[in-house]
């Protein structure tokens, strides 16, 4: 799609679930304005499955919420007790929509729906398992290998919770599930926690959440978040939970949550996402503070890191950048123009802003550099004296095995490069990074480990 | 469309031209990005006439430019040397796209195309004349009726562009035209000057834009503002210059230009969009001060000034609220959900920044308030101690009869309530509006006079 | 669209308008049904304009009826009193709908709608007067051009129809016009009567239409013919009729209604399409006899003819093809397949019908005999032991300017051979043609002239 | 869809396969035009599977065939040495695709593609089997429960081919196969042979269609049928056949393949089935013989049969009905119009043809009699003196298990009431179907046993 948000990590799913003590008519809408605030955790499909009594149904496609889901498709689901929905960024390019979420498998004890978040990295073990023993598999998706597993366990379980119990026994890496049976709605996180999930109530009901902006969009009231290893059933007797996998594994949220797939009005783990980017900010500027007359931060995700460093500095913040906000998916690409004119169309400068100053100019991340390097270029056409580049996440150095885009070493520019090469080859006055240890303080007040993997190589678990 | 911003002003329309020495393959795309760049004046129809060398093409929709314009568009558009574009608001919703423009006319001396940004005050005045002279007239469009005159003048007349300075004694009110003919491109400002237009430079040729920002989008260089009442051609001789309408009329640009129709990073009359805004935040904070803890704008048209009122008075600015960017012209609407939730969907606060804290918040108009009212709700239960509202411009207490579309008195919230009262209803601490006096010293820098009739009811010209 | 069509003459247009004494809500869905009925009269466009009390709405699209018109679409138009509608082919590719009819204008005195069928030999030297005067069009079309006269006219006439019959002075060539006004709907033919129209009577209102299979299908009834030069009035009082056109040029009726374009349920000037193909038929079987044991037409238009010879001659009839009906505008053509293929995916012999047989082959013209060779190729390849081609109507050898799309002599085969030589091109065993005699007395009963310029290059009028 | 047609049985698909020996270009072509010509056996939804070396691409949606392909569609598919199609016409609409054919799996052993029409009688007991084995199902349908069988065996045979000869022996029912694997194309026919399906060669490969038809549209040679319980495999090593199924059921081909199913022009077990039909109106003619002056036949299915009424009884044969050839899936059915409109629209009698004659009315068969009551009282009002109905297949009594849409007794006129009952009830003057003895030789060469169980209440096979 665009070439600057091609230049950011990208995250694959974003899940909601929703389970009420009766039939009501708005649940659709409810779940479709909650996809809507999770949209930024997946561009690519949407999808809502429903139960409405006996009967269940699910519309996904590829498309973004507002292009998948007009009045009719949601006329067309209808009322319910139960639903779950699901927002997804997919590496390749799809004609068709075989891979889109949520999944409706019908099977012997009736009909399951499930929607996942998440990367198993034992995927390719567990499809040739489930192959010779006959199975046949009609997506790449690990929510459909997870459900096959849950099926066949299930016919000899007493329920699909407990199903599941011993399901994630088989399962490695990161995965947060929402399940929509025929009278229940189960949701669980891996044991290691890579993506977050919180519970919240709404109308004597309960939702799940990738994050707690979607509670806010629908009013739901945040009652806590699931812990790795969790399985949370809702049903007519309310919640209840299986806490088997807690605490056999370490805890490790991809801290890139923090630093850029939430959304920065979400709390994980009792923190605001805007404070610990704030906060990341404000540790750029201890470490790395150099003199300068203003800040300025990359939109829209080095906006909150921004306001920490000036916080912390005293440099005055100021409004550096107008991002377009119309350019969207139809968006053409300039083929012939130059590169400079293509951020500009997107990111344009204020000129009165930088012209004559030392800027200070924040984003959150640095992935290939080709980006960065351009809005410097822009700056100085602008007139901006100095521009000392500071980055709220550490040198991305390994790939992630976990559910983000970024899958082998190449093309990361701080793999290849010394700080001081990146500097030059972006044409920084100065460049400073937040390093590893700061990156896990940033959230102060949360009690968990994170996964660092892709600053450090060391990864949680064995990866293949 | 979208709830929030039914409750801003609206512009009716940007224009935009260029002009090459040669025919070159990538004068749909420049005029695609530059429209890109103005979408935001106009956000019902647009389109693109091109001409290539005897022959002109046009492709006018309802609908935004990406949805508007895709591959084959653009390829059935193909090379040219001359190109004028459109974007446009609308008041009345249209299932037709007959008043989509650039329109393309063809008449005894060749063809023409013509688009237009203002609104005559005497068009039913001018239209009765044609129409009792038997001609037919396809649409309500300002740019069909003043074409119509400057065939019928032309047909006497040595030139286009002579022909246009006759037409132009008959026409009162707002206009920004261009104008293609099969040699050259004509560009003109009503005498009062009250929508912005400015002359650019690239590739050996000319480009005329509603805006500045449009020419930053696709490289070309910035060269002057067109006058008011001035007339300016762009042929292959270069760039001539008409002005018998130049200082016949006071100056009289749209105030709301710099305080919220124009982008940011857009200049005008020598002065940055942004400054003027950001200016406006500091008369807020000298002449409204109050103790408080943060500063936070109503995005997007709030943070300039909240900004300058952070600058001049020394409380923090702060990011307030996280605004929902998927959500676009599909998003269907609640109806049964209460309005605070609405709002929410689009704009939630961030809890962490509000919570326990004195607030000053931002905005740049008080249209109807209801917008507003809401917004303080949601701060409030976000935990804010007090709310202290800011606006960024004086009550708006008339209708505006030069091309934005509060054509009554109705439902303008000033109109009806005192300051005390509107403060009152939208459950503010405090309210405080800039000053009529105080609008007119925000672009400091810019020597023309400006329009507030909106605020004063005193208009520069004759309205019926 | 179709290679196999793209061997025939195309008519330009249908017209169809109804007039109800008072406000009904099913009458657009009857226009629609009248235009489903008449699209073989056209398929590039088509359209509807009505209307409700003071108000006209009208919308027209390129596409065929049921691709324009859905429920919403026939929804927006609503109720209303009156309403006209149009079927459209044009000659060329389009990508705009411009030239899509009804137009509806708003000119000194309310609003018009039109809707024209025919070609103005004239139309140059009255556009080029037009505009001379000043005068901007919109679109090339005929309907636009009259509608400009007549508004002038009407401002120095006491009525539209008055003001029509000045016009109709100026207007030379074919035109099957219907108007509507604010209070009446009026039809027009021009004198010579090149194209049919008639009246029919519905719920105390009254119909006219280019064809009274159009009556048919809404269950109207038949009243009479428009005699050519008649221009006939319908409003609150009823019909009323202006005659002074009326036998003031001699009588021209398109004999190719009767041979190709009409359908063959329709009647017009009192004689069945269908009887007068059969008659063609008989002739054929009378004039160019050949022993033989099966006749067979080409669907469709040969079938009428085809079982004529049967029972003139009493050689059997026999079903010879069957055609492929779900080939519509989207099926894509082969390139590299051979002809014959392409020709058999549309239309497959039945072996067993032909095989071993002398069969006689029925079609309706040949324009260019590419598709005729291809065809006879077929057959043999079935097994017919002979195919004997038999024509119902003369070998066409001269363009027409009346409404049809044959505009050149180029590509008319009869033009560049004699029968012999066409008969070895495709391959017959023998060829006749109905003879120019023979066309004149196929539809007896019918008292009128005929226009047989196509045949002749005698023409019933100056062409330019 | 279209009032008329839900008169008529309904074929639920067909099938078609491609083999050749090297990759080519236009085999994606070939298979659209094929598909094309088996439109008439499936409107709902249809696809395409095709083999590009190790790759398997499918697309398959609902709609017509020249709905869902388009350039890009046969683009995205591409080249390849293999491919299979499909036609489907469902009995329940679905909003989704997900019954559309051909379905693409990937297995243990790597990729198949199958394509089925047909209808399993034990498709619930088989399934329930699949459940309890902790399978996953996603669709309702045959086919992809028959592959699950196939993939299972599979895994322990030495052959796709093996495999599917031991699966066999599970069926029950009807079944067209077509199934393609990673080297080979298999075909295969139920032992009762229910459904059609023939050989073809072209360009040094094989082609498998469930009609004769389809290989005309491509230029291919008719080879010979496949015989009931034979599987057929095409590879590079040619034609190779298992026939451990065949003679092990009694024959039992569907006779309404001749009636109505199969087009006129294909050849079922060596005959024509448009004489099979014209034959059934010679038995007609002699078994029910009247004094009339016309016969005709309702378009399309009751043409073939009237003919053969005409050469048998020397009535001359005439064209009676005019069908409008553009009402398709988008047509708008009318609510308040009175019925007789409704066919008149899409069916309007030729008045001249029949007004004051004794008619021979010929269809193929009469299941509600609805639109044979609407047809029969739009002929007496354009004047015909008498109405003789003749149908050209037997009563229709008993709901059919193998692939037609009519499950269940209701609805079925001839089921509640007598001939003179129908006869009054439609309103004809005398009444006569074709005897069950008669429908067993109309197809004159055929050798091979009918299925006649609609008829009879007998059928080949148990049915559940």
Request: charged fraction near 25%; proline fraction near 3%; charge should be negative.
């Amino acid at each position: 799609m665009l070439n600057l948000d091609t230049d950011k990590l990208h995250e694959e799913c974003g899940v909601f679930g929703i389970f009420l003590s009766e039939k009501r008519s708005d649940i659709v809408n409810k779940i479709y304005y909650a996809l809507y605030s999770l949209q930024h955790r997946g561009q690519e499909s949407c999808g809502i499955a429903l139960r409405d009594g006996a009967e269940m149904r699910v519309y996904a496609r590829n498309g973004l919420v507002g292009e998948v889901f007009g009045d009719d498709e949601l006329k067309r689901l209808g009322d319910g007790e139960c639903a779950i929905g699901h927002v997804r960024y997919g590496i390749t390019a799809q004609s068709d929509s075989s891979n889109a979420q949520p999944m409706l498998f019908t099977h012997a004890k009736g009909k399951l729906a499930i929607a996942n978040n998440g990367s198993l990295t034992n995927y390719k073990q567990l499809r040739r398992y489930l192959e010779l023993e006959g199975m046949v598999l009609h997506s790449d998706s690990d929510a459909e290998l997870i459900l096959n597993f849950l099926i066949r366990e299930w016919l000899v379980s007493n329920s699909p919770e407990e199903a599941l119990r011993k399901v994630m026994y088989r399962l490695d890496g990161a995965y947060t599930l929402l399940i929509m049976t025929k009278d229940s709605l189960i949701a669980a996180r891996d044991p290691h926690g890579f993506r977050p999930m919180c519970i919240g109530s709404i109308n004597g009901g309960y939702v799940f959440a990738s994050e707690s902006c979607a509670l806010d969009s629908i009013g739901a009231t945040f009652v806590r978040d699931i812990m790795p290893g969790e399985i949370v059933i809702a049903d007519n007797n309310g919640l209840r939970t299986i806490s088997d996998h807690k605490d056999t594994h370490s805890n490790a949220l991809c801290v890139f949550e923090f630093v850029y797939f939430s959304r920065p009005d979400s709390v994980i783990g009792g923190v605001s996402v805007h404070a610990a980017r704030r906060e990341a900010g404000k540790f750029l500027a201890k470490d790395h503070g150099v003199k300068a007359d203003i800040v300025v931060g990359v939109p829209d995700s080095g906006i909150d890191a921004a306001i920490g460093y000036s916080l912390e500095s005293g440099v005055p913040y100021g409004l550096g950048f107008i991002k377009n906000k119309y350019i969207g998916r139809t968006f053409i690409q300039p083929t012939q123009e130059n590169r400079e004119d293509l951020v500009r169309i997107k990111l344009n400068p204020i000129a009165e802003v930088v012209a004559g100053k030392r800027v200070v100019l924040v984003d959150d991340s640095i992935v290939r550099g080709t980006t960065c390097e351009r809005i410097i270029k822009l700056m100085r056409s602008c007139g901006a004296a100095e521009v000392h580049m500071r980055v709220s996440s550490p040198m991305f150095l390994h790939p992630c095995y976990f559910g983000t885009d970024v899958a082998s070493k190449k093309n990361l520019i701080a793999n290849e490069h010394s700080v001081d090469e990146i500097r030059d080859i972006i044409n920084a006055d100065s460049l400073g990074f937040l390093s590893v240890d700061r990156v896990s303080q940033i959230a102060g007040g949360y009690h968990g480990g994170f996964c660092i993997g892709c600053f450090t190589g060391e990864y949680p678990c064995q990866v293949s």
